[in-house]
């Protein structure tokens, strides 16, 4: 039987604001129902199962998808490109392979593979992915 809670917990165990939680029981993306509570019959939310991703995330994700693996962790392009692991939601945070987390991302097309980040291209080796 699946978890019920309210709506601050789901906005809480799911990382979406409780307005979003609202908007997604209105337009049945959620399931929820009044139940009691300590201030009187509040809503309880269904908990979805594992693996659940709100629209906002999937859509961030999959632009995470699309963008190119190499990028320069300073303006300057210098040093080694690194392998982006993920840009982050709420923000631009690029977080690299080889766990460098860099301020902002500048590209790198055209680099050459000795320029890359060898704990990057370990990493990725290592997960499968492709350089």
């Known amino acids: 039987m699946p978890e019920k809670v309210t709506i601050q917990e789901a906005s809480r165990r799911l990382n979406i604001s409780q307005d979003l939680v609202r908007r997604y029981i209105r337009d ?3 399931k929820a129902e009044r139940g009691g509570g300590s201030q009187g019959r509040s ?3 269904e908990l ?4 659940w991703v709100d ?3 999937l859509s961030y994700m999959t632009l995470d998808k699309q963008l190119p693996t190499w990028w320069w962790p300073e303006p300057e ?3 080694f490109v690194h392998y982006l692991e ?6 631009l945070v ?3 392979l080889c766990g460098l987390v860099s301020e902002n991302i500048w590209g790198a097309e055209g680099h050459l593979p000795q320029q890359r980040c ?3 291209v370990l990493e990725a080796q290592a997960r499968g992915l492709s350089l």
């Open 28 to 30: 049945g993306v959620l």
């Open 94 to 96: 690029p977080v690299f």
């Open 55 to 57: 629209d906002a995330k």
């Open 43 to 45: 809503w309880m939310v």
């Open 86 to 91: 993920s840009t982050g939601i709420e923000e």
């Open 118 to 120: 060898q704990e990057c």
């Open 77 to 79: 392009k210098m040093g």
């Open 48 to 51: 979805p199962q594992d693996g």
